[in-house]
């Protein structure tokens, strides 16, 4: 159990809000607000953690933050493997799924080919504002092999995937509707590039013999996001 109170000064409609703000983790409520002093909150019996917090504009008022999923992942610049960071925020407001970090047609294409393989596992985007950053901004992202690591940032920042695990790879492949991993262009390349970093390769099934030419490198080759 955690207790959170001491949000003071504040009229009982702000506190009204707030509430609506912890979500589905609340069981129990109680609100004090006696006259001329304000309110206090106490919130009890949580499923789990209580989610992080910072401070808004407004002194006292606490809110939560939205946190962010990372997964690795390289761009192609011939033969070379340029690292890329897939991050992925899940936070409140009208639902939306944004991506952004220039990346070309086919890289955009993903959020539909993610629904579809989403759906199939029983699963569905949070009604939330979800903003997917591929990092480094200025550099063009080119290639459906963008697919498994935008996908593997979205679980995890739903929180259906371990966050720290993941960080451990560098992923790439192209997703079916039914989940399935389609092979791509580049996994040598990636492979090599994840071995330099000390990192582990997530890659479709039908090339893991070729990603383990790269020498000393732990290659996870799954047939699908189920696998």
Request: with cysteine; charged share 15%.
């Amino acid at each position: 159990e955690r207790i959170c109170q001491d949000v003071c000064h504040l009229g009982l409609l702000v506190c009204t809000q707030m509430i609506g703000t912890m979500g589905p983790q609340v069981k129990q409520l109680a609100i004090a607000h006696p006259p001329w002093q304000g309110c206090a909150i106490r919130v009890m019996r949580l499923t789990g953690p209580l989610p992080c917090i910072h401070h808004s504009g407004v002194s006292g008022v606490a809110v939560p933050t939205a946190t962010i999923a990372r997964v690795r992942t390289f761009a192609f610049s011939g033969i070379e493997a340029v690292p890329v960071e897939v991050q992925v925020q899940i936070s409140s407001g009208s639902p939306a799924l944004l991506l952004v970090g220039l990346p070309d047609k086919a890289v955009g294409e993903a959020r539909e080919r993610m629904r579809a393989a989403l759906s199939t596992m029983g699963l569905a985007l949070p009604p939330r504002r979800v903003l997917i950053n591929l990092a480094p901004a200025d550099l063009l992202k080119e290639g459906s092999h963008f697919d498994l690591p935008i996908t593997l940032g979205v679980l995890a920042a739903m929180e259906v995937l371990p966050r720290e695990d993941l960080y451990g790879c560098a992923a790439l492949g192209e997703l079916s509707l039914d989940g399935a991993l389609n092979p791509v262009a580049g996994v040598l390349p990636a492979a090599i590039g994840a071995s330099t970093q000390e990192l582990g390769l997530i890659c479709p099934a039908s090339q893991g013999g070729e990603a383990a030419w790269a020498g000393r490198i732990e290659v996870l080759a799954a047939r699908d996001l189920l696998s």
